[in-house]
């Protein structure tokens, strides 16, 4: 069975920096497009980094400059650095990414859109 498990989170005060990870497990072959998204308090998922199968980087306006996504392909896992972080930033952060993988039964398979379950970040003094 493939899922996505996130870690990272955490307490911070305004200022700091967390690294959140994202581990695809499972019969993993490649890991394609990957993104983080925020959910804050009462609102709505929003992407905030996206980073395509050949590395290219994009971000949400809120955070470009602050946040950087990254994948370490050999331990297939998506990363996201979390620099100067502010109040806004608090919410839910939830990796989502398409991958290949191998079944039950030895047969490559593509999964589209996997999330994973989240991680709290809250940004607080």
Request: glycine share 12%; net charge negative; hydrophobic share 30%.
């Amino acid at each position: 069975q493939v899922q996505l498990t996130e870690s990272g989170g955490g307490l911070v005060q305004p200022g700091g920096s967390l690294r959140l990870s994202c581990a695809a497990s499972g019969s993993i072959i490649t890991m394609y497009t990957c993104d983080w998204y925020h959910q804050a308090p009462g609102k709505q998922r929003e992407l905030v980094a996206h980073l395509t199968s050949g590395g290219s980087a994009s971000y949400n306006e809120s955070v470009k400059g602050r946040f950087t996504i990254s994948r370490d392909d050999a331990e297939n896992t998506v990363y996201l650095q979390m620099n100067r972080l502010k109040p806004e930033d608090t919410g839910v952060y939830y990796c989502n990414a398409d991958l290949s993988y191998f079944s039950e039964t030895g047969e490559r398979q593509i999964g589209y859109g996997l999330w994973g379950q989240g991680t709290q970040v809250t940004v607080s003094s």
